[in-house]
């Protein structure tokens, strides 16, 4: 590995620069990257060892839980757990917030995940992601851990990333400052820098959303659609529509190349009117990094790392993606008020 940083050099340096720095954060994230090798490993095999398919249960979103999805919650609450620096975490797949069980040390840090995303993929061989959100407590250390220590608004997370299981493995975080890409070696199994200080284009050439739900849509999200398929926007040309159906392959592609990703509130469904992501462990954290990239994230009028969360599993109407491109959706919806 002639002159490649690792992510754990990375950090390292980085934590260096920290005045007071106490290695705590470096510690959470070391079983962040164990428990992402851990997963892929697993991902890679899906087809050879019994993994694919669904568990039998439903979980709290309402979705029938994947053998995968399952798998992946696990491992990360098992390995985090053991960081000795959380006080708390929040998944995707559980109901409540998850304790970190009696017996192991704890810390500041609070982390919140989504195990995988894209489960609708899994079973096809496709894309699919494990996404996380970290925060540090609010509350005296000496007093129980509050509600509201978990429930910040996005602009309090100190740090924000995905692991996207694809034709390679990479894992693409961010501390605020910048977006840092790192991609798997398998032969040597260290995530490499490979995509320093990632730069979201100011405007890009692709919309994604599933637009087989347009007939739901609210008119500006309608108007919105319109406006990247039509020749009237600023490149004179129809976007290209790609929709992979995973947020993190979807909104990892956008991120290199440039674009926007929509999931708009769905008026079908009385309990989604404001869409299928949720803004803890989906939003935010992407969110997060779009900004560091240099673009934005919107849910239609206020930026969605200001939304103060009320419930654990809140969802979000979601536009992400390069600046202009979003700025644009801001617009229009500014129209309908
Ligand atoms: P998850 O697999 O973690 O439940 O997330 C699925 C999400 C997200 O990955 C994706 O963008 C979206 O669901 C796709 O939803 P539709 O199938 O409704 O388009
Ligand atoms: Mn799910
Ligand atoms: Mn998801
Ligand atoms: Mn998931």
Same mark, same amino acid.
């Given at each position: 590995?002639?002159?490649?940083?690792?992510?754990?050099?990375?950090?390292?340096?980085?934590?260096?620069?920290?005045?007071?720095?106490?290695?705590?954060?470096?510690?959470?994230?070391?079983?962040?990257?164990?428990?992402?090798?851990?997963?892929?490993?697993?991902?890679?095999?899906?087809?050879?060892?019994?993994?694919?398919?669904?568990?039998?249960?439903?979980?709290?979103?309402?979705?029938?839980?994947?053998?995968?999805?399952?798998?992946?919650?696990?491992?990360?609450?098992?390995?985090?757990?053991?960081?000795?620096?959380?006080?708390?975490?929040?998944?995707?797949?559980?109901?409540?917030?998850? *304790?970190?069980? =009696?017996?192991? !040390?704890?810390?500041?840090?609070? #982390?919140?995940?989504?195990?995988? /995303?894209?489960?609708? &993929?899994?079973?096809?061989?496709?894309?699919?992601?494990?996404?996380?959100?970290?925060?540090?407590?609010?509350?005296?250390?000496?007093?129980?851990?509050?509600?509201?220590?978990?429930?910040?608004?996005?602009?309090?997370?100190?740090?924000?990333?995905?692991?996207?299981?694809?034709?390679?493995?990479?894992?693409?975080?961010?501390?605020?400052?910048?977006?840092?890409?790192?991609?798997?070696?398998?032969?040597?199994?260290?995530?490499?820098?490979?995509?320093?200080?990632?730069?979201?284009?100011?405007?890009?050439?692709?919309?994604?959303?599933?637009?087989?739900?347009?007939?739901?849509?609210?008119?500006?999200?309608?108007?919105?659609?319109?406006?990247?398929?039509?020749? *009237?926007?600023? =490149?004179?040309? !129809?976007?290209?529509?790609?929709? #992979?159906?995973?947020?993190?392959? /979807?909104?990892?592609? &956008?991120?290199?190349?440039?674009?926007?990703?929509?999931?708009?509130?769905?008026?079908?469904?009385?309990?989604?009117?404001?869409?299928?992501?949720?803004?803890?462990?989906?939003?935010?954290?992407?969110?997060?990094?779009?900004?560091?990239?240099?673009?934005?994230?919107?849910?239609?009028?206020?930026?969605?790392?200001?939304?103060?969360?009320?419930?654990?599993?809140?969802?979000?109407?979601?536009?992400?993606?390069?600046?202009?491109?979003?700025?644009?959706?801001?617009?229009?919806?500014?129209?309908?008020?």
């Amino acid at each position: 590995m002639p002159q490649q940083v690792t992510v754990t050099e990375h950090i390292i340096l980085h934590q260096n620069m920290v005045p007071k720095a106490t290695g705590q954060f470096t510690r959470l994230f070391n079983e962040i990257v164990l428990s992402a090798k851990i997963i892929s490993r697993q991902v890679n095999k899906a087809g050879l060892v019994d993994v694919l398919g669904f568990t039998g249960d439903t979980n709290v979103q309402g979705e029938e839980v994947k053998k995968l999805d399952e798998y992946a919650n696990r491992i990360l609450i098992h390995r985090l757990a053991r960081s000795g620096v959380l006080c708390a975490m929040a998944s995707e797949e559980n109901a409540d917030i998850i *304790e970190i069980p =009696h017996g192991l !040390p704890q810390g500041g840090y609070i #982390i919140i995940f989504d195990p995988l /995303d894209g489960s609708s &993929n899994i079973d096809v061989n496709v894309n699919i992601g494990t996404i996380f959100s970290i925060y540090r407590r609010v509350s005296p250390s000496s007093e129980p851990l509050m509600t509201s220590d978990v429930l910040q608004p996005g602009v309090e997370q100190v740090a924000a990333g995905y692991i996207l299981y694809g034709s390679s493995t990479m894992l693409v975080f961010t501390t605020g400052t910048g977006v840092h890409g790192f991609t798997l070696d398998p032969g040597v199994g260290e995530f490499l820098l490979s995509h320093p200080n990632i730069r979201i284009p100011e405007q890009g050439k692709i919309y994604s959303v599933n637009e087989g739900y347009s007939q739901y849509w609210d008119e500006p999200t309608r108007e919105v659609v319109n406006y990247f398929k039509s020749s *009237e926007n600023n =490149h004179k040309k !129809p976007y290209s529509a790609r929709y #992979i159906g995973s947020l993190v392959a /979807d909104f990892h592609r &956008n991120l290199l190349y440039g674009g926007i990703f929509l999931y708009p509130a769905d008026l079908r469904d009385p309990k989604k009117p404001a869409g299928k992501l949720r803004l803890l462990c989906e939003a935010n954290p992407m969110a997060m990094l779009v900004e560091q990239a240099g673009g934005m994230a919107i849910d239609g009028h206020k930026r969605i790392l200001e939304i103060d969360p009320d419930h654990l599993h809140q969802r979000v109407p979601l536009f992400i993606g390069s600046r202009d491109d979003v700025k644009k959706v801001q617009q229009i919806y500014a129209k309908y008020n």
